[in-house]
């Protein structure tokens, strides 16, 4: 009968802790985020023009379009689509770039290249899809303060300036939010 080397429970200790004194190191270059992103973010360019064929959005906008964001840093790929009345581009940024730098970026572009566009274009929209979480974190925050209570405060704010600020164009969505709302005792 052939016995089986035995190993010390003092060698597996040993060896465990050399283990982790040569993982030390490395754990510093872990990435460690509350929400991680597993895909980079990207921007979505549109525009209209009523009454152009496909061909002549490709040659007059959109590829003139695509040319102005290729100098932009933080942009991985570029893409676009141009059909009857309408052009797209997509661009797809880097996992590291900052998504509100580049749309800034870009939009600052358009602004100065859209006078040389044709003029029966209409101005284009830009639209941020985000890898993170905060895709629907809000882009003006307004808290209000009163000498009334905060259930008045709140019931002024949805009847008088939520109507008003639903008004303009562009705005999706408007929350009134924070405070407890009146009880019956």
Known sequence: ??????????????????????????????????????????????????????????????????????????????????????????????????????????STLIRQAWPDMPADAAFPTLSVSRADNDSQRPLLTYKLNAPQSPPMVQQYADDHIKPLLSQIPGINKIEVYGASPLEWR
């Open 1 to 106: 009968m052939e016995t089986k080397p035995k190993i010390s429970s003092f060698t597996v200790i040993v060896v465990f802790i050399l283990l982790i004194l040569c993982g030390m190191p490395l754990v510093y270059r872990l990435n460690l985020e509350l929400n991680p992103g597993g895909r980079s973010s990207s921007l979505t360019i549109r525009f209209s023009w009523a009454g152009a064929e496909p061909r002549v959005i490709e040659q007059e906008a959109t590829s003139k379009l695509e040319a102005l964001f290729a100098s932009v840093s933080g942009i991985k790929e570029i893409s676009s689509s141009s059909g009857n009345g309408s052009g797209t581009v997509y661009l797809t940024l880097d996992k590291d770039a900052d998504a509100d730098a580049v749309r800034f970026e870009v």
